[in-house]
């Protein structure tokens, strides 16, 4: 595959130099390089017939010889202006991406469950629906960088995640969150949603709840 790759990028470059506007000095320096590693990998071109020795004079006119290549291709190939990714390939070079794939916004929801409690100490679990992909294990979606919850102690649920006055973050999707032991005995109410890296959010969970023991 390195002999095929090899041949086809300098008989390209060097057919295309002047399209291309190919460095004439950094083209130069490959042939002499090749013309090494075709006298070394002749010997070995078919398996078991070469010699330990031969062997190792082909490794090192190759990691010589590729040494050179990188930094062609980096100067002469990925970073030419005056290259199309077409003609990129047409060397065999894969075209670097030049936008970066962008974040998906979260669209699904959490489902959230009380795993256990310890004095003012709640941790939460945050699953993925029931059917969605991981969602038998403790992963977050595709994407999802964090949970970010809300809650709010009172007497009676609050319409909205608007009407909740805590927030904490977690990277993972169990979150502990500490109550106030002032608090105990008290009833607290949340929704918990999914976040990308850039800090958009998916839609809110159904509300929970329980009594801060």
Partial sequence: GF?????????QA????????IDATQLGL????????????????????????????????????????RLFIKSQIQNNPNMTDDNKL???????????TPVAVPNTTPVVTIEQQTGSSTIFNCRQQP??????????????AKVKMVWAIAATPPASPDFCNNSQYS?????????DTINRGKTFYGFACWVNSKDQQGPWSNLFGGNIS
Avoid at 14 to 21: D, F, H, I, P, R
Avoid at 45 to 57: D, L, M, S, W, Y
Avoid at 171 to 179: D, E, I
Wanted: hydrophobic share 35%; with cysteine; net charge positive.
């Fill in 3 to 11: 002999d095929a790759f090899q041949d086809n990028m300098v008989k």
């Fill in 14 to 21: 060097t057919t295309n130099k002047v399209a291309w506007v």
């Fill in 30 to 69: 490959l042939p002499p390089l090749q013309a090494k590693w075709a006298a070394a990998y002749g010997p070995c071109k078919i398996k078991g017939n070469a010699t330990a020795v031969q062997r190792k004079a082909r490794d090192l006119a190759k990691a010589a010889y590729m040494k050179q290549m």
């Fill in 90 to 100: 047409q060397c065999g070079v894969k075209p670097h991406k030049t936008t970066r």
């Fill in 131 to 144: 059917g969605e992909d991981g969602s038998s294990k403790r992963g977050k979606p595709d994407g999802v």
């Fill in 171 to 179: 990277g993972k999707t169990k979150s502990v969150v500490q109550f």
